[in-house]
């Protein structure tokens, strides 16, 4: 004859429940989990914690006295209460040990971090089949049906990769070695910037960089500098556009020590620790006039005063800028010096977004794949499917290099195979919405001017059929419906018309 199961709960405490010990409002400030030992029935509760032992014990002292069943609590050591790699592997311990015994489970979401709710959902949903319960003062206690199913296929390769490294893997910031062979392109347009970045970096001229977000514009910078007579010195990046305004002035030059609440020592600005080397100042439109004003005179002369100084010092920089705005048109607005454009505009790089790098995008997704693998031995195996590949070839890629980076990390890390289907790609997307998506963009234009009508329609047409088509999954009949089409007859036929193709 075999025993009945017991019925445990189990659960991280919280800061609610902590609280709760401490209250004199019996009945109103329980806390999670004793509100959900009082509303339904349990035969034991497991609780985990990360919280020091002198906060805890008064907790579990006050529990016991209002519970008539077991009641055990585990101490976990925890980097951070929003680690998942910790969190995961803490919780997935605890329910392996206590699913041991002959119990049925129940999960308490309420209590903690969003991270620990998140961790209860994977492994109760994939590992550990059991009840899910939440508690509020609102709603007060309740069974929550989760809607879905997740696969535990999804989880191998994400657990294999440590939380550092997938931050570290999704910045994509620039190797500091970076050398023009880092540049991947077949691009006729991108292999001639590539040349004339080479001869600019054999010159000691200033350089200026435009580009979109994500373009490689630090990228180029790091291998100019890599290539001249100035390789062996500093190299310093400063994002202008990050700077608050009142410490501007001490980023750029330095400080000394007591010019200003707050200044405990001396410090160098970015000027100084680039002596000898190069300064990259990315954002550079972003710069104030009154800052402008004193960043002419460093490069006119190369002499800079420190805040709260009163001896100039001397540098010798080699400046590269960078940025996404019009400069020209910021000097005819009068929001930037003429005399400064023209002294940072000497050799100007104007590198496209990669939607208009023919020939670039299956090139840069294949080499920016072969690179996370480098950098992680449980990515190795994974290739990118002919379906997968049509899809980045079709989206728009805002984002530039940078967004195709992201993206295939997180199709990578959620793939069940070896091989990153056209699915893994639908779901690692994000789907921006578009300045003027309310239509407006297309209601501005000067009839009396005269406009093109038609191609206005097509403009649409390109624009939302492949969104509609990613939303439906590639069922054109779905896709169709959802653009107000009558079939997806119709639909094919403004596709062939306006030139859209999508697999």
Wanted: aromatic fraction near 8%.
């Amino acid at each position: 004859m075999s025993m009945a199961k017991i019925h445990t709960l189990v659960s991280w405490i919280g800061a609610t429940d902590l609280n709760a010990a401490s209250s004199n409002t019996e009945g109103k400030t329980f806390g999670p989990i004793a509100a959900t030992l009082q509303a339904a029935a349990f035969d034991s509760v497991e609780l985990l914690y990360n919280y020091p032992q002198e906060q805890v014990q008064p907790y579990l002292d006050w529990l016991k006295l209002r519970v008539s069943i077991p009641l055990r609590a585990r101490a976990v050591s925890l980097s951070s209460p929003v680690d998942y790699n910790d969190v995961y592997q803490a919780a997935d311990q605890f329910l392996t040990d206590i699913s041991a015994g002959n119990c049925n489970l129940s999960l308490l979401l309420s209590p903690g971090t969003p991270t620990m709710q998140a961790v209860w959902v994977l492994l109760g949903k994939t590992r550990y089949p059991c009840k899910f319960y939440q508690s509020s003062r609102e709603q007060g206690v309740q069974v929550v049906d989760i809607p879905f199913e997740l696969s535990m296929e999804y989880l191998p390769a994400a657990r294999l990769i440590g939380n550092n490294k997938i931050s570290s893997l999704a910045l994509g910031s620039a190797p500091i070695n970076a050398a023009f062979d880092h540049i991947v392109t077949q691009n006729p347009q991108m292999l001639m910037l590539k040349q004339q970045a080479q001869i600019l970096a054999g010159r000691e001229v200033p350089v200026l960089i435009y580009g979109e977000t994500g373009t490689g514009k630090e990228l180029f910078s790091r291998a100019i500098h890599n290539a001249s007579n100035r390789a062996d010195k500093p190299f310093i990046p400063l994002n202008c556009g990050a700077i608050p305004s009142e410490l501007v002035d001490s980023v750029l030059f330095g400080h000394k020590k007591g010019a200003f609440t707050g200044a405990m020592s001396d410090k160098p600005g970015v000027f100084e620790q680039a002596d000898g080397g190069t300064l990259f100042l990315d954002e550079f439109g972003e710069l104030e006039p009154a800052v402008q004003v004193r960043l002419l005179r460093v490069l006119q002369d190369g002499t800079f005063t420190p805040v709260g100084a009163t001896k100039e010092q001397k540098v010798d920089v080699r400046l590269i800028t960078a940025t996404h705005r019009n400069l020209m048109e910021k000097v005819a607005e009068g929001s930037f010096r003429e005399d400064l454009f023209y002294r940072i505009a000497v050799g100007v790089l104007h590198l496209p977004p990669i939607r208009e790098r023919k020939g670039d995008l299956t090139l840069l997704a294949n080499r920016l794949l072969s690179m996370l693998a480098e950098e992680d031995d449980s990515l190795k195996d994974k290739k990118i499917s002919p379906d997968a590949l049509n899809i980045i070839i079709s989206h728009p890629w805002r984002g530039n290099v940078r967004e195709l980076q992201s993206t295939l990390l997180r199709a990578a890390l959620w793939c069940q195979g070896n091989e990153i289907t056209a699915e893994d790609m639908r779901q690692a997307l994000f789907h921006m919405p578009e300045h003027g998506s309310d239509g407006a963009g297309v209601m501005n234009f000067d009839v009396s001017q005269g406009i093109d009508l038609k191609e206005l329609c097509g403009d649409l047409a390109r624009h939302y059929i492949p969104q509609a088509l990613d939303a439906a999954q590639g069922k054109k009949s779905r896709a169709a419906e959802l653009l107000g089409f009558k079939s997806y007859q119709v639909m094919t036929g403004w596709m062939e018309k306006y030139g859209i193709t999508k697999p």
